[in-house]
């Protein structure tokens, strides 16, 4: 089967027919994904699993994800990160903000959320590679099964905290190699 990413579009995709088991994940995605990248505050993209819809119905959407910048402070960095090599003020980062897979999807061989978040490293490294400003990717994962698929990819804890679990940081040079293998 044929994965696309496109960016989310109203009038193409199928934000209502998307469950990832997770009501705020399929909230955004449902009621905001699109005024945020209206507002320039984030970019959703897509997956795309197999041939568009027809003229008439909409895709499907197999998983999404969200980028935007943010910034930590050099304290909340990993323990095993160097704080001496950066300033005293906020640090540059990407962030993933949402990423989710259709329930449908969720365990099968296509492996889509592997694909989700390479993509996403992709286009985060491919934003600080073009602005020279970013040192890491971070994220906030929502549920214990959501940190162990980010840690097993090298995202470290960090001692910053988002509803009660906390973020998790990829330096730069990882995302580089990741994206590159």
Known sequence: MTLTFQRINKKQHNRQGFD???ELVNKFLKESARKHMDAGVSQTWVAILGPAATADSLTPIAGYF?????????EDLPAGISAKKFPAYPLPVIKIAWLGVDQQHQGSDARLGESLLLEA???AYKIVTYSDV????VVDPLTPESDQFFQKYGFEPMALEFRSRHSLY?????VKALVES
């Open 66 to 74: 969200t980028l935007t910048q943010s910034i930590v402070k050099r």
């Open 170 to 174: 990829l330096p730069m040079g990882t």
């Open 134 to 137: 970013g040192v890491a990717v």
């Open 20 to 22: 990832c088991g997770l």
């Open 121 to 123: 490293l992709d286009r």
